[in-house]
């Protein structure tokens, strides 16, 4: 009964691909994020959507496409993608968009070669 | 397990020993403040949150403390456990309504037994 899981947990690929990470949460919020962590640690929000309506929207190369099917899904598309991807990705969710705890899946390790 | 090279601000304590993990935030504004505990190859994990209309806020184990003056805040450990060992981050809400979330660079907690 995992709350917000993610897939792959792993992907490796080759420069210049398109790929796409999928995100699910099951309990019941309106808001999910996407999030970078770089080898630093650092964690930095891309994406926001609010019932499935885009909310945050950083300034990330638009090569990233987030999409919001319904509100307990929030996909990733990355298209060409390039060595400087090479990151762990994370979905979070919150039960609204206010001042409310976010909840972060386990990640995606997308190592690209 | 952790990248070469990474350098993260460490606090290394004994196992029963009281830990307090700082940071300081950048946004006079924000209203709402959140601990995460990051364990290897695991997603960021709440802790505890505290709102700005507060500067103390007491959990099982752990005392979060907010000084907006000097935009300040601390998470406080009481007798802290291996288990206790991992990344802390704080965070804030840099964008109210829309809950963006400004993370910390992290601070290791190794605990020695």
């Known amino acids: 009964d995992t709350a917000v899981s993610q897939t792959p947990k792993y992907l490796v690929t080759q420069m210049g691909n398109d790929k796409s990470i999928k995100c699910e949460q099951n309990l019941g919020h309106d808001t999910m994020y996407w999030y970078k962590q770089d080898s630093k640690k650092f964690l930095k929000i891309m994406f926001s959507?609010?019932?499935?309506?885009?909310?945050i929207n950083e300034t990330v190369p638009n090569r990233f496409s987030p999409k919001s099917p319904d509100k307990a899904h929030l996909n990733l598309h990355i298209n060409s993608l390039e060595l400087g991807d090479s990151a762990v990705y994370f979905c979070a969710s919150s039960q609204t968009s206010g001042n409310q705890p976010q909840h972060f899946g386990d990640g995606t390790r997308l190592s690209i070669l | 397990g952790e990248s070469v090279g990474l350098h993260l601000p460490t606090l290394s304590v004994q196992e029963g020993d009281n830990s307090i993990i700082n940071c300081a935030y950048s946004?006079?504004?924000?209203?709402?403040f959140i601990w995460y505990k990051q364990e290897s190859g695991k997603g960021p994990q709440f802790i505890i949150d505290i709102r700005s209309n507060m500067d103390k806020r007491q959990g099982q184990r752990v005392t979060v403390l907010l000084n907006k003056t000097v935009k300040h805040l601390s998470l406080q450990i009481a007798a802290t456990q291996p288990g206790d060992s991992a990344v802390y981050f704080c965070?804030?809400?840099?964008?109210?309504?829309?809950?963006?979330?400004?993370f910390g660079t992290g601070t290791l907690l190794a605990v020695q037994p």
């Open positions: 946004n006079s504004a924000s209203d709402y």
């Open positions: 965070a804030e809400n840099y964008g109210g309504a829309t809950n963006k979330l400004i």
């Open positions: 959507y609010n019932n499935k309506e885009l909310i």
